[in-house]
């Protein structure tokens, strides 16, 4: 058992000692950080100073292949300079996002003239996951093309943010055909992932979209998922179709898209698809039906309105007296009548719908 | 009866004893998890662009959702500092709970708000929403204002969620101060959920006594002037930085704060909302959200986010501090007591077996256990039964931990956030930290002692939280 009187008191010593001697190593430590903290910044100072005289050379285009800079000795590839390297990525970087054209093209050889491509590739080739990622950022934020048939390699890397950055690099590279690692994806994607695919396109002329109908029919629900966003944001409607198909897809979140991306396509039968849906659907889903009928709803739907406005939710009514209102020819009369026979709750919904429309 | 008596005194030492190595074992575990989890969150986070979801069509709709009670003398500064917060699909709902001061006309003023018929759906009943406001002017038109009748923090948040119509809810204090990048950076751990579903998230809350701040924004941080203050700011350093990521990286966190956590809307529905009926609604509606999640049998993790991003004053007063522990230490209570089914059942996995006896040895019953130590030691100490070496050898002992602990704490905040810049703050953080068993600790117990006495008064007040306000200058006596 356990107590107090077993333990030695020279063996409480001894662990007192044992914590005081840490604790003084910790704050030799937590000094020596604050330390290096103070050193990294004053290296920055400087380093930031030639960032300042090379920004103005940038922007008047005295900085280009052919140029012959002299590299200061702390940016020098030496194990010492390694903070001031890493500084000077990270300006490049944060400068080559504001800037568009020949500018941009500019800091592409700054950073190729400072020799840091061989820090990032370092980086890339490491087997630590965090530097693997980080590695292959710099390298396509520099568009460092010619890594691209290495980096390809990892869009279906097991660590999430390996792939993750190598498949914003392949469409860096590539545009709409870097997309062509959807074929071939195993591992899942998740919604920040394809937001930042979706942010790295937005910029580019939409593209090629032929593998599209095999995307929609792939195993990997994540997949599945871009897919239907990408009809979505770019009409794809030749894959209407397919998009119906989902509407069947046992993940309801690949349903959930589905049906928004139908929404979005906006064709006349759109609306009693999504009626035809909603008794099948989950809670969540059937909230994005309704969500989605306010924008393709028609007379068609009358009936399935006017069933789900006497739905016991009052969530569902409201959103039903939305839609009746907004796209039923005589819609807030249909509403008004309501209100009348059954005051309670439809007048105030009325007043609700009536306060929005004016606003 | 002397048999008695010792058998009672080696079982309340041997207890206590047990009790401390057990609590010494899990500060260690505590410790190395958080490390990783915290070098493991920046890692992943070293080159990320927040800037993409602030603007983002694809990025989620937050709610805000900002109770408020009597806080006229901020509340316009406040509102707009949160209306300048970096992301696009925002709606921000301020509910005034019952004011009985100008809150509501100040707003009403400030923002240009109007009436507006609205039908309030009472999925989480609440008391009565006397009225909602909004603006036609474009700069506000994220801005919703409910007036209700008073009911409490809890009953505000519901109303908040009813009212609310975007996916997430962010629930704050609205006296805190946020980054401007604070929804961006809660935001995404539900993006990045992947088979579990993230249904609720947490941030690391810091005391802003005595840093600067300029129209609603933080724009100098400087360690507390104020003892009890400061000591807060360690303590919080501690919790946050040590405890509550440790705990996210076991997947057993069983509190997020109130000044600022983020929900996913229709899970915290499902679930009831928060509880009216005890004073830690912030922890009871996170162990709701997860005992439910573990009976619909889906799976899930609660994430936790050890950046910066909410400011909030701490009491400057040992009287309003010992207010707030002793609704602390009632929250816990009640919370522990409505959820008793999941201790130690294999159903509820790590939060049966781990995260709710954890809180209940070491959070909920430590003022008492500790109080109990502290009467045992003056009783063996009046009938000359302390062996004083020994005594003095354990005293040391467990001090010198305690002071590891709080150095290891001191140094994570260096290494990862650095809010404490100049090397005189770390130091008096050190040395606040050499006083904290003497002066601080002892003075929280107590204040926990007498939230048992008042939680088996039934009690249920908050306790009033006077506070200074940020910018202004400190009471001499404070």
Same mark, same amino acid.
């Given at each position: 058992?356990?107590?107090?009187?077993?333990?030695?008191?020279?063996?409480?010593?001894?662990?007192?000692?044992?914590?005081?001697?840490?604790?003084?190593?910790?704050?030799?430590?937590?000094?020596?950080?604050?330390?290096?903290?103070?050193?990294?910044?004053?290296?920055?100072?400087?380093?930031?100073?030639?960032?300042?005289?090379?920004?103005?050379?940038?922007?008047?285009?005295?900085?280009?292949?052919?140029?012959?800079?002299?590299?200061?000795?702390?940016?020098?590839?030496?194990?010492?300079?390694?903070?001031?390297?890493?500084?000077?990525?990270?300006?490049?970087?944060?400068?080559?996002?504001?800037?568009?054209?020949?500018?941009?093209?500019?800091?592409?050889?700054?950073?190729?003239?400072?020799?840091?491509?061989?820090?990032?590739?370092?980086?890339?080739?490491?087997?630590?996951?965090?530097?693997?990622?980080?590695?292959?950022?710099?390298?396509?934020?520099?568009?460092?093309?010619?890594?691209?048939?290495?980096?390809?390699?990892?869009?279906?890397?097991?660590?999430?943010?390996?792939?993750?950055?190598?498949?914003?690099?392949?469409?860096?590279?590539?545009?709409?055909?870097?997309?062509?690692?959807?074929?071939?994806?195993?591992?899942?994607?998740?919604?920040?992932?394809?937001?930042?695919?979706?942010?790295?396109?937005?910029?580019?002329?939409?593209?090629?979209?032929?593998?599209?109908?095999?995307?929609?029919?792939?195993?990997?629900?994540?997949?599945?998922?871009?897919?239907?966003?990408?009809?979505?944001?770019?009409?794809?409607?030749?894959?209407?179709?397919?998009?119906?198909?989902?509407?069947?897809?046992?993940?309801?979140?690949?349903?959930?898209?589905?049906?928004?991306?139908?929404?979005?396509?906006?064709?006349?039968?759109?609306?009693?698809?999504?009626?035809?849906?909603?008794?099948?659907?989950?809670?969540?889903?059937?909230?994005?039906?309704?969500?989605?009928?306010?924008?393709?709803?028609?007379?068609?739907?009358?009936?399935?309105?006017?069933?789900?406005?006497?739905?016991?939710?009052?969530?569902?009514?409201?959103?039903?007296?939305?839609?009746?209102?907004?796209?039923?020819?005589?819609?807030?009369?249909?509403?008004?009548?309501?209100?009348?026979?059954?005051?309670?709750?439809?007048?105030?919904?009325?007043?609700?719908?009536?306060?929005?429309?004016?606003? | 009866?002397?048999?008695?008596?010792?058998?009672?005194?080696?079982?309340?030492?041997?207890?206590?004893?047990?009790?401390?190595?057990?609590?010494?074992?899990?500060?260690?575990?505590?410790?190395?998890?958080?490390?990783?989890?915290?070098?493991?969150?920046?890692?992943?986070?070293?080159?990320?662009?927040?800037?993409?979801?602030?603007?983002?069509?694809?990025?989620?709709?937050?709610?805000?959702?900002?109770?408020?009670?009597?806080?006229?003398?901020?509340?316009?500064?406040?509102?707009?500092?949160?209306?300048?917060?970096?992301?696009?699909?925002?709606?921000?709902?301020?509910?005034?709970?019952?004011?009985?001061?100008?809150?509501?006309?100040?707003?009403?003023?400030?923002?240009?708000?109007?009436?507006?018929?609205?039908?309030?759906?009472?999925?989480?009943?609440?008391?009565?929403?006397?009225?909602?406001?909004?603006?036609?002017?474009?700069?506000?038109?994220?801005?919703?204002?409910?007036?209700?009748?008073?009911?409490?923090?809890?009953?505000?948040?519901?109303?908040?969620?009813?009212?609310?119509?975007?996916?997430?809810?962010?629930?704050?204090?609205?006296?805190?101060?946020?980054?401007?990048?604070?929804?961006?950076?809660?935001?995404?751990?539900?993006?990045?959920?992947?088979?579990?579903?993230?249904?609720?998230?947490?941030?690391?809350?810091?005391?802003?006594?005595?840093?600067?701040?300029?129209?609603?924004?933080?724009?100098?941080?400087?360690?507390?002037?104020?003892?009890?203050?400061?000591?807060?700011?360690?303590?919080?350093?501690?919790?946050?930085?040590?405890?509550?990521?440790?705990?996210?990286?076991?997947?057993?966190?069983?509190?997020?704060?109130?000044?600022?956590?983020?929900?996913?809307?229709?899970?915290?529905?499902?679930?009831?909302?928060?509880?009216?009926?005890?004073?830690?609604?912030?922890?009871?509606?996170?162990?709701?959200?997860?005992?439910?999640?573990?009976?619909?049998?889906?799976?899930?993790?609660?994430?936790?986010?050890?950046?910066?991003?909410?400011?909030?004053?701490?009491?400057?007063?040992?009287?309003?501090?010992?207010?707030?522990?002793?609704?602390?230490?009632?929250?816990?209570?009640?919370?522990?007591?409505?959820?008793?089914?999941?201790?130690?059942?294999?159903?509820?996995?790590?939060?049966?077996?781990?995260?709710?006896?954890?809180?209940? @040895?070491?959070?909920? &019953? !430590?003022? %008492?256990? /500790?109080?109990?130590? +502290?009467?045992? $030691?003056?009783?063996? *100490?009046?009938?000359?039964?302390?062996?004083?070496?020994?005594?003095?050898?354990?005293?040391?002992?467990?001090?010198?931990?305690?002071?590891?602990?709080?150095?290891?704490?001191?140094?994570?905040?260096?290494?990862?956030?650095?809010?404490?810049?100049?090397?005189?703050?770390? @130091?008096?953080?050190? &040395? !606040?930290? %050499?006083? /904290?068993?003497?002066? +601080?600790?002892? $003075?929280?117990?107590? *204040?926990?002692?007498?939230?048992?006495?008042?939680?088996?008064?039934?009690?249920?007040?908050?306790?009033?939280?006077?506070?200074?306000?940020?910018?202004?200058?400190?009471?001499?006596?404070?």
């Amino acid at each position: 058992m356990l107590e107090p009187s077993t333990i030695p008191e020279a063996t409480l010593y001894a662990y007192t000692v044992l914590f005081t001697a840490i604790m003084i190593i910790v704050l030799f430590m937590t000094a020596a950080v604050l330390r290096r903290r103070r050193k990294r910044y004053q290296t920055e100072k400087r380093v930031q100073e030639y960032f300042d005289q090379w920004l103005g050379d940038l922007l008047l285009g005295e900085i280009n292949e052919n140029s012959d800079i002299e590299i200061p000795e702390e940016l020098l590839d030496r194990p010492h300079n390694r903070l001031a390297r890493e500084f000077a990525i990270n300006q490049l970087i944060n400068t080559k996002k504001n800037l568009i054209g020949q500018a941009s093209r500019n800091v592409i050889q700054l950073y190729r003239l400072l020799e840091l491509r061989k820090t990032s590739w370092d980086k890339f080739s490491s087997r630590f996951w965090y530097r693997k990622a980080r590695g292959i950022y710099e390298l396509y934020m520099m568009e460092q093309r010619d890594a691209g048939g290495a980096i390809g390699k990892h869009t279906d890397h097991r660590n999430a943010y390996v792939r993750a950055e190598a498949q914003t690099a392949l469409l860096a590279f590539e545009g709409f055909d870097g997309l062509r690692f959807l074929g071939g994806l195993t591992q899942p994607m998740n919604n920040w992932q394809q937001l930042k695919l979706l942010e790295q396109l937005h910029a580019l002329d939409p593209g090629n979209f032929e593998g599209l109908p095999q995307w929609l029919g792939s195993a990997n629900d994540s997949v599945v998922i871009f897919a239907l966003k990408l009809a979505d944001i770019y009409q794809q409607l030749q894959v209407r179709e397919e998009t119906i198909r989902c509407l069947r897809h046992p993940n309801s979140h690949v349903r959930e898209q589905a049906v928004k991306t139908l929404v979005h396509f906006g064709d006349e039968e759109a609306g009693n698809l999504l009626a035809e849906q909603y008794p099948t659907e989950t809670e969540h889903n059937r909230k994005a039906i309704l969500e989605g009928l306010e924008q393709v709803a028609t007379d068609a739907q009358r009936g399935f309105l006017e069933t789900t406005l006497a739905s016991d939710d009052p969530a569902v009514q409201l959103q039903s007296a939305r839609i009746i209102s907004r796209c039923l020819k005589g819609g807030e009369a249909i509403i008004a009548a309501k209100a009348l026979a059954q005051p309670e709750p439809y007048r105030q919904i009325l007043l609700h719908i009536q306060s929005e429309s004016v606003r | 009866m002397k048999i008695l008596a010792d058998i009672l005194v080696y079982l309340l030492v041997t207890g206590i004893f047990v009790y401390s190595v057990t609590l010494i074992i899990s500060y260690i575990v505590i410790g190395i998890n958080s490390v990783n989890e915290t070098r493991e969150y920046l890692h992943k986070n070293e080159a990320t662009d927040y800037r993409l979801l602030a603007a983002s069509p694809h990025a989620p709709t937050v709610s805000i959702l900002a109770p408020a009670y009597n806080e006229g003398a901020t509340i316009v500064d406040n509102v707009r500092s949160l209306l300048s917060l970096y992301y696009n699909k925002l709606e921000l709902v301020v509910i005034n709970d019952g004011s009985k001061d100008d809150s509501l006309q100040k707003l009403i003023d400030a923002y240009q708000l109007e009436k507006v018929d609205f039908f309030v759906n009472y999925r989480i009943p609440t008391k009565e929403v006397k009225a909602v406001y909004k603006t036609k002017h474009p700069a506000y038109n994220k801005l919703v204002v409910v007036d209700k009748v008073n009911g409490g923090k809890a009953d505000a948040l519901n109303v908040g969620i009813n009212i609310a119509t975007n996916d997430y809810i962010v629930c704050i204090d609205a006296d805190c101060i946020l980054e401007h990048d604070a929804i961006l950076k809660m935001v995404k751990p539900f993006l990045e959920e992947g088979e579990k579903k993230v249904i609720a998230s947490g941030g690391v809350i810091r005391i802003a006594n005595s840093c600067e701040v300029t129209n609603g924004r933080l724009t100098r941080v400087h360690l507390p002037d104020n003892y009890w203050a400061r000591m807060q700011a360690l303590e919080y350093i501690r919790a946050f930085l040590l405890g509550r990521m440790a705990w996210a990286r076991l997947d057993g966190l069983l509190l997020i704060s109130g000044a600022f956590g983020a929900f996913d809307k229709e899970i915290a529905i499902r679930c009831g909302g928060y509880n009216t009926n005890t004073v830690g609604e912030d922890m009871e509606l996170v162990v709701r959200m997860r005992r439910y999640m573990h009976e619909q049998d889906v799976p899930y993790k609660v994430t936790y986010i050890p950046d910066p991003l909410c400011w909030t004053e701490a009491p400057e007063t040992g009287t309003i501090l010992t207010r707030q522990r002793n609704r602390w230490t009632r929250g816990t209570i009640e919370t522990l007591r409505f959820h008793k089914k999941i201790f130690l059942n294999p159903r509820y996995d790590l939060l049966g077996a781990l995260s709710y006896p954890y809180w209940l @040895l070491f959070e909920m &019953l !430590a003022p %008492l256990i /500790e109080f109990a130590g +502290f009467v045992v $030691f003056l009783f063996l *100490a009046f009938f000359g039964l302390i062996n004083w070496h020994m005594f003095f050898a354990f005293l040391i002992f467990i001090v010198s931990f305690g002071y590891l602990n709080s150095v290891f704490a001191i140094y994570m905040e260096v290494y990862t956030f650095n809010q404490y810049r100049r090397r005189k703050e770390i @130091l008096k953080l050190v &040395l !606040a930290a %050499l006083t /904290e068993p003497f002066i +601080f600790h002892p $003075f929280v117990v107590w *204040a926990g002692v007498r939230g048992y006495f008042d939680f088996f008064r039934k009690s249920k007040s908050w306790g009033e939280m006077t506070r200074r306000g940020f910018g202004k200058p400190q009471p001499k006596n404070g």
